[in-house]
Structures are given as C-alpha cells and as structure tokens.
C-alpha cells in the first residue's frame, strides 16, 4: 500500500529529517520531527499529509486520518489536495471501510491523472470484491506514466486479482515480475516486504511449499525488526508463515503463530476488522486438520458474522467462511444446517 509522500522545495530542518526517519521504517522518530515541523508551519498542507503518513506506518490510525484531514482542509492545489485522498484510501483500506476507501481513491482519480491513484482505486474496488471495476482500474493505471516502484505495484495488483479469481498459474508470473522490478532498483527491505508476501501467498497456492518457505521466514523476520513486536504487519506475516506450517502439519508451530497475528490484530485494529476474522478462520483451518471441530465451529461462526457486517453475504470472504462452516456441518452429519447455510450465501 504505497502512500504519497509530499517533498518540500525549501523545507525546514524537521521536516526534512522526518522524511529521512520515515523512509528508513522509523516511523517513531518521524512522528516526533514532523509534529514539531506541523508547530512551526501550523499552515503547511504538505507537512500534515506526511505526518499522517508517519502515523499510519506507526498503526496509529485515527491520529493519521486527523492529520490527513487537516491535510485536505490546508490544500489550495488539485495535486496535493488528490495526494491525500489518496492516503486516505489507503488508511480506509487497510481498516476494511471499503466504501469510504473508494470514495477516497475515486475523489483522488478525479482530481488527478496518476498511475497511482487509478491503482489504489483499483485496490479499493478488488478488495470490496468488484473485480471488474478493479480490472478497469488497473488497465488505466497500467497506460499511464508510473515510477517502478508504481509499476511494480500495479504488476502485484494485477496478480492480486488474478489470484483472487483461482488463476494462480497467471498471477505467479505477475507477482515474480513485481518483486523483480523492485530488486533491480534496489528497494529497500520495507518495500519489498508486501510484494515478496504476496509472491509466497502464491507459491502456497499452487504447492511450491519449500519455495515459499524462506520468503515467508524473510518477511516476518524483516517485519518485526522494522516495526517491533506489535504491528499489523507483524500479525499478516506472522499470519502467513503459520498457513505454511500448516500446510507442512508442522502444527505446534503453526498455532502459536496464528495466535499472534490475532492478539495484534485485536488489539491495533478491533476485533471487528476483517484482517481478524481471515486470522480466526485460519486458526478453525488448523483445528479441522486436528480433529477439533468444535473449536474450529466456534472460529469459523465468529469469522463468518464478521464478514458478512464488513462486506455482505456476496462478497468472495464472507462465502469462503461460510463455505467453511457448512463443510464443518456436513462432515458432522448435520446436513439440514449445511444446507440452509449454503443457501444463505449462494
């Protein structure tokens, strides 16, 4: 999720030093400089908009959107002001408020012809679930003029969507590319963390389990060392290494994992979000590997009914939960119940 960082003609001291901290993942010592900066040009749009983006990478999340909104409220240009709608989409989309997620991205595509803004519109429609309007999108993020680390982006994006849809053979090449594009121009080990991820999820996918392996030990391992112990991000590849554990029916290292991700998602994001739910599904995964359906009915009830208040029933998550459970039923001879669950969310 690649934020729009505002970079300053004649900038003070902080504010300069707070880009520098941001870039290098310390996203504490940002916070700090940037709000001294924020006191010394209250006015300044451009210095709001960073210091929302240091908080974001910091999970402090409601203090990110204040400052992007102050942001939006300072901007007097069409450029800086899509900037931080932009931001915003991505703050929304990582707290799964989709629908304000697309209005963010949708305002910062109007404002703006940028091949980063139709990608975070294009992100905003997949993760909703509209892989159509997400496909538009990303073909006219993909006709537009882009950096690498975009392109790259929108190459991820792309296989994404084409994972999304069960096309892993199409989204492995895609994936591969991406990460290819940002090794070449020496990216650093916080940008690459998301695309090497999302190239493990894919060899997992298609059963390339000891490829996937030490991409997903490197993730974790660079995650914690950029952003302790509890971030989010701690939690997805914390997450992501568990689902290889269990595939590998390692599975006294497969739980503990799994129930990290889910303490840390609790408590940055509430127990609400959807990152929480694909984590208890996982876990109910794990227990139906090991005889525990009842354990694993509890989880996937709780992941299902979380779903269903973020996206609906039609949305791909929601019917994979739901799928789940009746599966559970079924193989508990209650078919009346699986039945009626299946047809709830056809």
Not at 66 to 85: E, M, N, V
Not at 124 to 148: I, N, Q
Not at 227 to 251: E, T
Request: aromatic share 6%; net charge positive.
């Amino acid at each position: 999720m690649k934020l729009a960082l505002l970079l300053f003609a004649q900038a003070a001291a902080p504010s300069e030093a707070g880009l520098a901290a941001y870039r290098e993942g310390r996203c504490g010592e940002a916070v700090d400089l940037l709000r001294q900066a924020a006191s010394e040009a209250p006015r300044d749009a451009r210095i709001r908009n960073n210091l929302g983006a240091a908080l974001y990478a910091c999970a402090r999340y409601r203090e990110a959107e204040a400052a992007y909104r102050q942001a939006l409220d300072l901007w007097t240009d069409r450029t800086g002001k899509a900037s931080t709608h932009h931001n915003l989409a991505v703050l929304h989309r990582s707290q799964a408020n989709m629908a304000e997620a697309r209005k963010q991205a949708a305002q910062a595509v109007a404002l703006a012809d940028a091949a980063a803004y139709s990608h975070g519109l294009g992100e905003a429609l997949r993760l909703a679930g509209d892989f159509e309007g997400a496909r538009a999108a990303f073909e006219a993020a993909s006709r537009l003029r882009a950096t690498p680390e975009v392109a790259a982006a929108i190459l991820q994006s792309r296989g994404a969507l084409a994972a999304d849809e069960g096309r892993l053979d199409e989204a492995y090449p895609l994936m591969h590319q991406a990460v290819a594009i940002l090794e070449r121009e020496g990216a650093s080990a916080i940008a690459l963390l998301g695309p090497k991820a999302a190239l493990a999820s894919v060899l997992l996918g298609l059963d390339r389990l000891e490829e996937a392996e030490p991409l997903l030990e490197w993730t974790l391992r660079t995650a914690e060392r950029a952003h302790g112990d509890s971030h989010p991000a701690v939690a997805a590849h914390a997450n992501n290494l568990a689902q290889l554990r269990r595939r590998q029916r390692r599975y006294a290292e497969a739980e503990p994992l799994y129930r990290r991700a889910l303490e840390i998602w609790k408590l940055t994001s509430g127990a609400s979000n959807p990152a929480y739910a694909r984590g208890l599904h996982n876990l109910g995964s794990l227990f139906v590997e090991q005889g525990k359906s009842q354990g694993a009915e509890k989880l996937y009830s709780q992941a299902l009914a979380i779903s269903e208040r973020a996206f609906g029933k039609s949305h791909p998550q929601t019917r994979l939960h739901a799928s789940a459970l009746a599966d559970l039923y079924q193989a508990s001879r209650r078919e009346k119940e699986s039945e009626r669950l299946r047809k709830a969310f056809q």
